[in-house]
């Protein structure tokens, strides 16, 4: 596609679920990075994707929070026992060097 | 890690107004972009500027590696460029700022 797509664009979900976030980069792109945005900040890294394999996922908050990206394109972002501090906007980046190309975000909110 | 401070914090500008915003950054990189993020919260991408001099249309932008700054610079500013400014760092992961709100009034 043209750019960064990314699915659901909300997702409503109740404290203690499990939810799933995808992401489908840029065509072509080999690097996929997962950020978080909380209201009234800059985005926070989470982890990268070089290929199929995660390069770097210093910035998972804990082990609740699990990302794969099989097929070294779609990446998924998955999400074990939702609690009300998950909320946030969810971000994909791509990249095909080092320029980011950004997604518009899935909207979590954890009631 | 690698700290980030944009400066103003805040700043409100009449249409027509030219502007000024200032990225500090505390170490060495190699990827340093400028973002306008919208008011539906989407990231546009304005420079990718590790280094050197850029311009756009009514923006510009320029970093200086060595003394670990970028600024932004706005001419005649539009309603349409009202939103949050983020400069952001780093080598693969990136790091944000916290950003400049600007607003511009008609």
């Known amino acids: 596609g043209a750019g960064v797509s990314q699915t659901p664009s909300n997702k409503v979900t109740e404290k203690g679920k499990y939810v799933e976030l995808r992401c489908d980069p840029i065509s072509g792109h080999t690097a996929l990075y997962w950020y978080r945005q909380s209201l009234g900040q800059g985005p926070e890294f989470l982890i990268y994707f070089q290929g199929t394999g995660a390069a770097d996922d210093s910035g998972l908050p804990n082990d609740r929070f699990f990302a794969v990206r099989p097929e070294g394109s779609v990446s998924t972002l998955k999400i074990q026992r939702t609690e009300r501090g998950d909320s946030a906007v969810y971000l994909c980046?791509?990249?095909?060097?080092?320029?980011?190309?950004f997604g518009p975000g899935t909207r979590l909110t954890v009631l | 890690g690698i700290q980030v401070e944009q400066s103003p914090p805040d700043l409100i500008l009449q249409e027509g107004a030219n502007s000024t915003l200032r990225c500090n950054f505390s170490?060495?990189?190699?990827?340093l972009q400028w973002f306008h993020q919208n008011p539906w919260g989407q990231l546009i991408n304005l420079f990718y500027i590790p280094s050197g001099t850029k311009q756009n249309g009514r923006l510009s932008a320029t970093t200086v590696a060595t003394e670990r700054y970028s600024l932004l610079y706005i001419s005649s500013s539009q309603t349409t460029d009202s939103g949050v400014y983020f400069c952001a760092v780093g080598f693969q992961k990136l790091v944000f700022g916290t950003g400049t709100r600007l607003l511009v009034s008609p």
């Open positions: 980046a791509s990249s095909g060097g080092y320029e980011q190309f």
């Open positions: 170490d060495s990189v190699n990827n």
